[in-house]
């Protein structure tokens, strides 16, 4: 599905990936945790050609396809989705509006027609309710004044509908509360899928009780460091990243 | 530095730099015609292209009119009336260096604490003075010739380097620019002079101190400051006056030309006599001033506008060559029956020019102090951008401030922002500085200093260390 | 006095209304008219706006419409879903046929005022401009031959809607529209007013000299929409003059789209004290046109509030201005006033011209104005793109946004739903997802 070798980038001239490798077949589930500052949104950045990641070496393939050289809304419609840490609020634009706007893009790239209004509406209403979203926020501005886990809720709705290949969840966990928490993971199983696969990025091993990972990664300075089963997502909780990172600079050196 | 201090002084505070230095000058008899003109030019011997510039200029002025848009009201300036050169006696005779000038002269800028004589612990700083239309010499000129930095009067200048002079002089601020440029244009008498050659960062602090003396004496400099590629310089003016009952005219002209990755720093401390506390004499205080920067360059105006009855001010930036910047941080303070119509001009015509301003105005008593700005982004100025924060503190109810800022952009990657807020010294601020044990003339000056912080640390600081007396002086005392 | 100003007083040459007030109004108004010149780019008001097109046209503007039916008119004289009280003008001309088929009390034109109504009108109509400061509107009190009236009793709530729709087509030779509108509000009394100025889709050779004047009694109010939706060719100067008296509330939304020149001075004075204002505008020029806002909000006395908020948007060659002034007169303390100011030029040929400016003589004011011209935001296009949407696409979305933002505060549903289609238009949206959106 997603092939990643020796991926590289630079942040503002300063390295933050520096050669990450991931190889993430269909249906599986990959957690990547990892310390502050390890590159971990980095990564979910990078992937989906956020203005200001310089990619200075490696390779990131979906499906065979080289994701590096395209635009944003093209790796959209490849079916790579991020779930934002920080979704962003847009005034003004209805998230209705934005959703069909959204929606019809990645059903135009399929060959698909546009649905038409009626089903949108009636398909995006059916969305809200399995995140427990109130339909009054199909009609506000996108993530306008929504609260950070009906923001973050706002993402899964976005996942159901566009139906992706290849999720992202940036820190989707962090700053939520159990209930909250909950939902977004039943949104992510209600998707799992033989031909869909996830990234979770998380920074605490919580977000893994609920949707269990068929691998964990540690990133930690721009690389992956470990990898194991969900055990090690445990071993981390308990022992901090501390030991790991001891080891990554004793391996360097 | 404290600022508390000088603003506690500003606030009401008699002025302190009002007093008359006696000696005998020669003074024009009032009067504007050619004659004048020629006068002028004679008296400082310049060159024929110099006199025929003077008279371009004076017959460009007799058709033009006063400008009436800014929001001050004066009384009409009879240009008759006024005096258009004077010179202490003791100067006809053209003293070699500072240590030749009559000790009467140089007394006045001890009792105002300037530095002009170079054993003075002032390492740091080279000093013009300028009495009313001469300059009476600057301090360091050897030490700055060394690097190649020429500091000198513009009169001595249109000597020693008229390539330079004839080069520049009316290229940023053209004769018939405005009124008051033009009238300047017509019989300038004398200013500061100074050029950094190419890579240089000019060794020491530079600053030009501007008195105003006789009777009915207007004083009409022009300063023209050339900073070549990739050099340096820090410059700053510091003006007084005596307290006389009628009005005084100062139109000066300043003109700064940054090249290529050049930088200049421009402060002014403008303390001219603002008038009595019922609102008589002071000086009429009509400014040009204005830089063009090239690629690259930086140049940074910070002003700190205390004085003078009225106050016509706009130092601006041309940002001409891609990525250069403009910065204009200014304090201006109005008390009694001070008018001040003050503010800048950010020309964008580059690319990823960038340009910043902050201005903090205070208006006490029956004053009126406007801030009126230009940003304008022309077609070619690609991915520009301009902040701008203008804000106003009222202290009274009798007093005004305004803003009057002109926005024009004709390129859509442009960015331009405004913001200004008005606010006052409220009571309840004052209730909790009492209740603290502060009393209301301390409490109001850390308000206002605390307004004003934004812009007093644009203010070059190793100088204002190492010149203190200087910078005090200019600030001090101003309001009454 | 030039054969301009003669040229445009002609339109009232054989008018002669049977008001005394009126006839006296447009005796005040000519001398005003023609001891005033006539703008010129180094008038400070008309800095960026030139009056070129309108003083230089050949034929002139001298003469009122020829012609005035209203066959094919009916689609743009009704606003969808508006429950309204409708007077209809066709290039000037009260149309019977468009306008609602029942008499209202509390609306009337001019010339069918009864004799409480002519009181009304002689009390009010002129009191709230200053002819001297706007010499469009002394031209507007020199040529008007009849107005519009709305009044509302003490205390009395108009529960309908009053629309008054002018709408124009194009005519044989380039004419003038003398459009006049006066609100009287008693105390307490409260109404929704929709001025609407309209016209077909060709190429329009009208001049629309249109003022409204209100007057906001004591604990009043009054919720004004302004739509002009004039097309191409046009020339609209004109403005609205609001005197608010104590605790009077005016709450307005304006909309322009640009023409040839459009130029509306907006004046609100504050008069006795505890009054508020709600300004909202949006103008959205494209092509050549022009569009030039003119608000000065003259706060003279204490304890009163404003809130002004203007958005464009301009695209192609065209060009707007905006100038908000406030002025806070030295006894207007405890004044809240705010105004914001944002701007997107879409084009390398567009320009914006924009002047907030704060005249301040009191001190225990809060003031604060904000001015920004910018470009869509970056974040807001990454996040539309991750979702597959284009950057093109994506811009158009904002740019909507940006201007419906302002709009889903509006109190009438309709006034929503007839600009959005616009808009959607404008900015390429679909008309059809908008109405799930409303």
Redesign the interface.
Known sequence: MLTIKDLKANVEDKNILKGLNLDIKPGEIHAIMGPNGAGKSTLGNVLSGREGYEVTGGTAELEGTDLLDLDPEERARLGLFLAFQYPVEIPGVSNLEFLKASVDSVRAAQGKDPLDSVSFLKLARAKCKLVNLDQSFLKRGVNEGFSGGEKKRNEIMQMMLLEPKICILDETDSGLDIDALQVVAEGVNSLRDPNRSFIIVTHYQRLLDYIVPDYVHVLADGKIVKSGGKELALELEEKGYGWLEDAAENGAA | MTDNAEIDRQIGREYEAGFITDVESETLAPGLNEDTVRFISKKKGEPEWLLEWRLKAFNAWKEMTPPNWAQVQHLDIDFQDVSYYSEPKSMEDRPQSLDEVDPELLATYEKLGIPVHEQAALAGVAVDVVFDSVSLGTTFRETLAESGVIFMPISEAVHEHPELVQKYMGTVVPQKDNYYAALNSAVFSDGSFVYIPKGVRCPMELSTYFRINEEKTGQFERTLIIADEASHVSYLEGCTAPMRDENQLHAAVVELVAHDDAEIKYSTVQNWYPGDSEGKGGIYNFVTKRAVAHTNAKVSWTQVETGSAITWKYPSCILKGDNSVGEFYSVALTNNFQEADTGTKMIHLGKNTKSTIITKGISAGKSQNSYRGLVRMGPGAKGARNYTQCDSLLIGDKCGAHTFPYIESKNPSAIVEHEATTSKVSDEQLFLCQQRGIDTEKAVSMIVNGFCKEVFKELPMEFAVEAGKLLEVSLEGSVG | MTDFHNGLLAVNDEANSPLSAVTALNSSGADSFLAQEIPTRKT?AWKYTSLFNLTSNEEGYGRLAETHGAAGLDGLATIPALDAQRLVFVNGQYSKELSSNTEHKNVVRFSQADDAQKSIIADNLGSAIEQEKHVFGALNNAITTDGVLVHVGKNEQLKTNIQITHITTPQAKAFTVPARLLIVLETGAQATVVEHFASTDDEQNCFVNAITEAKVGANARLNHYRLQLIQEGSIQIGGVHIDLDRDANYDSFQLGLGAKIVRNDINVNHNVGGSHCELVGVYLPQNKQLIDFHSNIEHKVANCTTSEVFRGIMADKSKAVFNGRIHIH?DA?KTLAELSNK?????????????????????????????????L????R??????????A?ADV??S???????L?NLELDAIRNLIRPILAQRFG??E??????G
């Open positions: 400070e030295p303390q701007n997107l030029l879409l084009s390398n040929d567009a320009t914006i011209n924009t002047k907030p400016e704060l005249e301040i003589y009191a001190d225990d004011v809060r003031c604060a104005h904000g001015a920004t011209i910018a470009q935001d970056e974040q807001a990454f996040y539309l793109q991750s979702r597959g949407i284009s950057a696409e979305m904002l909507f946004g940006f201007i419906n933002e302002l889903e949206r679909d059809e997802l908008m109405k799930h959106i």
